[in-house]
């Protein structure tokens, strides 16, 4: 199989305090992985991309320095809003690219709930 | 550059009636078409792709998509819905096409509710 878990699935901070979410290809390598963010009834919206032991991808109009992306192994990225704010709050998904003959998939996390209060 | 477009942000069926969401890309490049379901509060979980091998590709619960490169579709098919297939569907198209991992561009979803 290919599974991939995000922790916490839920999470509530204080407006200015910073929250960090685990996404982890738990029974494959994944040298991608991808940040995306999910607002109600809305369609998931690529914040960036993640590769291992190098420096994440921002799409436009993303803040990199509020958005800390680290993909410190072939199996674990970090996702750390910085300084949240009630904006923030959204649902955050995660997605690992796992080699499958000549293609690649995507295989995507539970998500994240993220509310800042 | 790649997009996908969903018809129908909203779709609405009677239970045993057949399924159909409709997805039109755009790709310079030979596509990579996936769809995919989210249950409320959930990830997305994929239930077909197109890898070129088959036009008509069969995915999980029942689902089917045919491409068809004259008409750049890529439609969602079901004959029977069943209550349970309440969900959103996204299509997606990956950026670089074919073997080259990399990112999806999704549709912006479509809401299946079945009647009972």
């Known amino acids: 199989g290919a599974v ?8 509530i901070c204080k ?5 960090k979410i685990e996404c982890r290809s738990l029974d494959f390598q994944a040298t ?14 690529l914040m960036a991309t993640s590769n291992e032991g190098s420096k994440a991808t921002y799409e436009q109009g993303v803040e990199k320095d509020k958005f800390l992306i680290n993909h410190a192994s072939l199996t ?13 709050s959204s649902f955050y998904i995660c997605s690992a ?7 690649y998939e995507q295989y995507f996390g539970p998500g994240t709930r993220l509310t800042v209060t | 550059a790649q997009s996908v ?10 239970e045993g009636a057949l399924v159909l969401l409709r997805c039109n890309y755009s790709s310079s490049v030979p596509p990579y078409l996936f769809w995919y379901v989210q249950y409320p509060n ?10 070129s091998a088959a036009t008509l590709v069969k995915g999980i619960n029942g689902f089917e998509a045919e491409f068809k490169k004259s008409e750049t579709s890529f439609h ?8 349970s297939d309440a969900a959103e569907y996204f299509c997606a198209v990956s950026d670089k096409g074919r073997n080259q991992g990399g990112k999806l561009i999704f549709g912006q979803g479509t809401e299946l509710s079945v009647k009972p």
Do not use: C, I, N
């Open chain 2, 42 to 51: 959930q990830g997305l979980q994929l239930l077909l792709k197109y890898t």
């Open chain 1, 32 to 45: 991608t992985m991808f940040w995306y963010r999910q607002f109600p009834k809305q369609s998931l919206m």
């Open chain 2, 5 to 14: 477009t969903q018809l129908g942000s909203h779709v609405s069926v009677s």
């Open chain 1, 97 to 103: 690219t796992k080699r499958s003959g000549a293609a």
């Open chain 1, 4 to 11: 991939v878990s995000q922790h916490p699935s839920r999470v």
């Open chain 1, 15 to 19: 407006s200015g305090t910073s929250v």
């Open chain 2, 76 to 83: 969602l098919t079901k004959p029977s819905a069943h209550m």
């Open chain 1, 76 to 88: 674990l990225s970090t996702l750390t809003v910085t300084s949240a704010h009630p904006e923030d």
